[in-house]
Nanobody, 114 residues
Framework: QVQLVESGGGLVQAGGSLRLSCVVSGSAIQLDSMAWYRQAPGGQRELVATIRSDGISNYADSVKGRFTIFRDNAKNTVYLQMNSLNHEDTAVYYC????????WGQGTQVTVAS
């Protein structure tokens, strides 16, 4: 059974940084694309960043230049480095594994205090 477990969320002041991690068990990730999504209170889940198996990444306009997605296939882990955080980044962040399993993690809360 494939499982995704996110960690690294928390409370941070505006302008601060956090690094989220998503560890995948039950399947090797090196051939699959992965992504980070987020859902703010009362809002819809939105795509934040994606990374392909070849390392090519894409970002939502709202996070370009501030967030970086990267992966360590040896550790079966994808990361989201978030810098210059602002209040609008407050949300539950989810990672997603594409491909055969199309699985989601349970989410990790990020709260940015203004």
């Amino acid at each position: 059974q494939v499982q995704l477990v996110e960690s690294g969320g928390g409370l941070v002041q505006a302008g601060g940084s956090l690094r989220l991690s998503c560890v995948v068990s039950g399947s090797a990730i090196q051939l699959d694309s992965m992504a980070w999504y987020r859902q703010a209170p009362g809002g819809q889940r939105e795509l934040v960043a994606t990374i392909r198996s070849d390392g090519i990444s894409n970002y939502a306009d709202s996070v370009k230049g501030r967030f970086t997605i990267f992966r360590d296939n040896a550790k079966n882990t994808v990361y989201l480095q978030m810098n210059s955080l602002n209040h609008e980044d407050t949300a539950v962040y989810y990672c997603r594994l594409f491909g055969v399993y199309n699985a989601w993690g349970q989410g990790t809360q990020v709260t940015v205090a203004s």
